[in-house]
C-alpha cells in the first residue's frame, strides 16, 4: 500500500532533481493494518494539535519540549521546557488559547552549563524562572533570572547557592513567604525578593509509593509542581523514572492546607500513568495544572512518542475535572484519539517556520550549538544571507555542531555549504558526540559518518568548494541526496541509514536526534538556504 500524500510530496519536493528523482521507501510493515493518527499542518507542513474542528490531537508542542512549566498570565499563557546546553535558552513559548503555542523569545543569555527541568512564575507583576545548573566541572545549584517584561530583557542568572538540587517549583505560602520546593520532595524558603534563600533546604513531603510489581525504571520523586485552589495546596510531582519502560513515569498528587503540611496522598493516584506499550505516548510525567481560558482546568506534562524516542520527550496537553472530595482526575483518556479543545480563548500562532535564508538571527529560539564551550558563540557571525561557523575538531564527533530542533516524524531538509579555507562540513541527524550519522565534505573528499565515526571505505575522491545536501528522514530512515549545482541536479548518496536506536534509553542524556551541521578542522563554513518540509 503506498501512501499518496508522501508520494505528492515527494514529487514536489524532488522538482528539478533531474539525475536522481525520488524513490519512496516502502512503508512500515503495519501501515496499512493502522491507519496513522492525522495531524492538521501548520508552517512547512509541520503536524499541528488543533485540527480546526473544536479537537486537538497530542502533542501540543512538538518535538523535544520536555518538563514543561506553563503560566497563565490573565489572557496570555507563557510555557517554557529544559534547554540542556543551549544558551541562548529557555525559549520562552506564547499561547492565548491553550492550544497553538509560538516561541517569543529566549531568556537565558549566559552559558551557565547544563540546565534541567525550570520553573516559570509570575509574583508582585515581576517575571521569574528559577533554573537548575551545573556549570562545566561544577556542582548542580539553582539559580534564578527575573524581568519585568515577560519578553525581556531577562537578568543575568543569580546563583541562589541551593546544592545539589533540581526540578524548582515555587509557591507563595499561607504565610506569604516565598518556598522552593526540589526534588527529593524539600522545601527552602527564598527572600521576599526572590533572589536569594531565606532558610535552609529541609524536606517537605514523602511521596505515595506505587505497588513493587509496577514495572517502572525507578523511585526518583522529582517535579514537584504547586498551585494554592481552594482552601487547599496541591502537589503534583513525577514519580517512577523519566525514561526506561514505557510504563515508568507516571503522574502523582498530594495536598495540604499548609505549605509545611501535612500532606495527604490523593487516593486516585496515579493521576496520568502509561499502562501498556501499546499506547501512543510512552513515560507520561512532570506534569502542573492551569486553568483553561473558559474557567475549565487543564494538565500538561511530557511524555515519549511510541516508536519516535528520537524526537525526545514532547509536550502533551490533557483535561481535569475537579471532583466532589476536592481532587481532581484526568480525564483525557485514549491520547491516539482527538479530544475537545479549550474553549473560551483567542486562537494564537501556531508554531513558526524553520526554513531559514539567514537574514535575521533566529540564535536561541531555532539553532543552537551543541554542549557549546565557554566563547563558543564567537565561532558564530551573521552575514547578510548566510551564517559563517568557524571549525572546531577533526570530524563530528568532537566538533560542537549546529542543530536545529525538529518536531515530524518525517521530513526533508536542505541546505547549501561553502567550504572556505580549507574547511570541512557536512548534515548530520545528531543525538550526542557517541551517537550520529551524516554526509560530509572536504576540498578533496566526500565522507560518510555512521555510527558515529567516517566509514572509511565509503570515502570518495571529490572535489568541492560548494555542495547542497539533502537530508530526508521518512520515519527514522534516512536518505541523502547531494547537488555541485545549486540543486539543479541530485545524485543519490549510496547509503541508507536507520536511526530509531538514536535516543536516551541506548546513549543517555534525555536528548533528541537534530538536524546537525558541523564545521570542523580549520577555516570556516558558509551556511546558506537552510530549507525544511515535513512530509507525509
Not at 516565598?178 to 521576599?192: E, H, P, S, T
Not at 517502572?216 to 503534583?236: M, Q, S
Amino acid at each position: 500500500m503506498v501512501d499518496t500524500s508522501r508520494r505528492n510530496a515527494f514529487k514536489l519536493l524532488a522538482a528539478g532533481a533531474a539525475s536522481a528523482p525520488f524513490a519512496l521507501k516502502a512503508t512500515p510493515s503495519n501501515a496499512c493494518a493502522e491507519k496513522p493518527p492525522a495531524w492538521a499542518h501548520g508552517p512547512e507542513n509541520q503536524r499541528k494539535a488543533d485540527l480546526g474542528n473544536g479537537t486537538y490531537l497530542n502533542p501540543i508542542v512538538a518535538g523535544d519540549h520536555p518538563d514543561p512549566t506553563i503560566l497563565k498570565d490573565g489572557a496570555d499563557y507563557y510555557m517554557t521546557f529544559t534547554p540542556f546546553d543551549a544558551y541562548p535558552g529557555i525559549v520562552i513559548w506564547h499561547a492565548t488559547d491553550l492550544l497553538n503555542w509560538s516561541p517569543i523569545t529566549a531568556a537565558l543569555s549566559k552559558s551557565i552549563g547544563t540546565v534541567f527541568a525550570v520553573d516559570l512564575c509570575k509574583h508582585d507583576g515581576r517575571y521569574f524562572i528559577y533554573i537548575p545548573a551545573a556549570p562545566q566541572g561544577q556542582a548542580w545549584s539553582i539559580y534564578v533570572i527575573w524581568a519585568d517584561d515577560i519578553h525581556g530583557p531577562w537578568s543575568d542568572p543569580i546563583d541562589l547557592k541551593i546544592p545539589g538540587c533540581i526540578d524548582p517549583g515555587h509557591i507563595v505560602g499561607e504565610d506569604g513567604k516565598r518556598y522552593l520546593f526540589v526534588n527529593g520532595i524539600r522545601k527552602i524558603r527564598l527572600a521576599d525578593n526572590g533572589l536569594a534563600t531565606d532558610g535552609s533546604l529541609e524536606p517537605a513531603y514523602s511521596p505515595w509509593r506505587y505497588p513493587d510489581d509496577w514495572v517502572v525504571e525507578d523511585f526518583a520523586p522529582e517535579g514537584p509542581k504547586l498551585l494554592r485552589h481552594g482552601e487547599w495546596f496541591y502537589l503534583i510531582t513525577a514519580v517512577g523514572g523519566t525514561a526506561g519502560p514505557p510504563t515508568s513515569h507516571m503522574v502523582i498528587a498530594a495536598r495540604s492546607k499548609s505549605i509545611h503540611g501535612p500532606w495527604e496522598h490523593c487516593p486516585h493516584n496515579p493521576l496520568v500513568r502509561t499502562t501498556s506499550a501499546a499506547e501512543p505516548w510512552w513515560s507520561r510525567g512532570h506534569a502542573s495544572l492551569v486553568e483553561g481560558p473558559a474557567g475549565d482546568w487543564w494538565m500538561v506534562y511530557h511524555g515519549y512518542e511510541n516508536g519516535f524516542r528520537t524526537l525526545g520527550r514532547q509536550t502533551l496537553l490533557e483535561p481535569i475535572e475537579w471532583t466532589a472530595d476536592g481532587w481532581f482526575r484526568a480525564k483525557g483518556g485514549d491520547l491516539s484519539r482527538p479530544l475537545p479543545a479549550p474553549k473560551g480563548g483567542q486562537r494564537s500562532a501556531s508554531g513558526f517556520a524553520l526554513s531559514d535564508d539567514f537574514t535575521r538571527n533566529k540564535f536561541g529560539v531555532q539553532w543552537s550549538l551543541f554542549q557549546p564551550a565557554p566563547g563558543d558563540m564567537q565561532r558564530v557571525q551573521h552575514k547578510k544571507g548566510a551564517l559563517l561557523l568557524a571549525a572546531k575538531g577533526q570530524s563530528p564527533a568532537d566538533s560542537s555542531p549546529l542543530t536545529c530542533l525538529v518536531g515530524d516524524r518525517s521530513y526533508v531538509a536542505e541546505v547549501t555549504l561553502d567550504l572556505l579555507d580549507d574547511a570541512e562540513g557536512g548534515v548530520l541527524l545528531f543525538y550526542n558526540h557517541k551517537a550520529f550519522v551524516g554526509v560530509g565534505f572536504t576540498p578533496q573528499h566526500m565522507k560518510t559518518f555512521e555510527y558515529a565515526d567516517e566509514l572509511a571505505w565509503m570515502q570518495q575522491a571529490m572535489p568541492t568548494s560548494s555542495v547542497r545536501i539533502r537530508l530526508m528522514n521518512d520515519n527514522n530512515v534516512v536518505t541523502w541526496h547531494y547537488s555541485h549545482d545549486d540543486g539543479k541536479t541530485w545524485v543519490l548518496h549510496g547509503l541508507r541509514m536507520e536511526t530509531s536506536g538514536m535516543h536516551h534509553n541506548v546513549f543517555g542524556g534525555f536528548l533528541s536526534l537534530k538536524v546537525g551541521i558541523y564545521s570542523a578542522n580549520k577555516g570556516s563554513i558558509r551556511i546558506r538556504d537552510f530549507t525544511y518540509r515535513a512530509i507525509g
